[in-house]
């Protein structure tokens, strides 16, 4: 199964088609939503998207890897991880399920 690749374009192009702003209002609404889900994200905050799903940042802790060529231990320094968690509608919908409208 090959799937296409959604762009920044692409979505500028589908608010231009689906709400009427023009092109350029529809590219800055999209980076701007953009910029604020970044910068919760930087911040450490969870972006959660009724009916998507979540952006979650995790801390890991330093742990000992392995370099899989030489078998080497090597230290993994600390850092922040990003996971997205889809919501149970986002799962059913990519499933082919059908799911209720939200009133």
Not at 18 to 31: C, D
Not at 34 to 47: A, Y
Not at 52 to 79: D, W
């Amino acid at each position: 199964m090959t799937g296409k690749t959604v762009t920044r374009a692409d979505l500028c192009e589908a608010v231009y088609q689906k709400v009427g702003l023009s092109r350029t209002e529809s590219s800055a609404l999209v980076e701007l939503v953009l910029k604020e889900i970044t910068d919760c994200l930087e911040r450490g905050e969870t972006v959660k998207l009724s009916s998507f799903g979540s952006f979650v940042v995790r801390k890991k802790g330093q742990r000992i890897g392995r370099n899989p060529k030489t078998g080497k231990e090597v230290p993994i320094s600390p850092r922040r991880v990003m996971v997205f968690k889809p919501s149970a509608i986002l799962k059913q919908r990519i499933n082919g399920h059908d799911v209720p409208d939200e009133a």
